[in-house]
């Protein structure tokens, strides 16, 4: 695996539909223009992989088999090179997961496990999400963040946070990927 820089991208709002908390497999809506984005992203050089925080585990609304097959689908169908996953909430009902992690966004513990999976040049990286917890993991890494109103959207922001990118959807954003010079970040 050749080094280069990777797309982060959250899963639910960026490249399937936003719905609290999705259970089956055969329920996750997956946006019909996600998987022409992955593969521009991956055209453009990047790696595209999923990072998501997934607390439904920690609350007993699925099983993280149930949860294996949303990712092994969303692999299949989109095209993404990994889907990492945060199945914790301190809050949780179920022993197992009812905990403080250092993996749930916006915390970057499943940032590093990527980059310790994958050879990724942070430097270019992006993190895409709907979320301000997003945002802030890929600041945490020093990475350039974009927001996407496809989701929760900016109306809905849990916190104030400065994205370099504010975007409609995946697809302005697999768009103006490399349009613009590395060093051109907003803050
Ligand atoms: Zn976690």
Redesign the pocket.
Known sequence: MSTKPAVFLDRDGVLAVEESYVCEAERLKIFPYAKDCVDKIHKKGYYAIVIT?QSGIARGLFSEEELWKMNRRLMRETGVDAVYY????PGGTVKK?A?K????KP?T??LEEACRDFPIDLTGSFIVGDRAGDILTGKAMGIKTALLESGYGSQRLEQNVEPDYKLENLREFAEILDDRPKNDTVH
């Open positions: 925080n945060c199945p914790h909430h997961y905990m992690c250092n993996c749930r915390q513990g499943l």
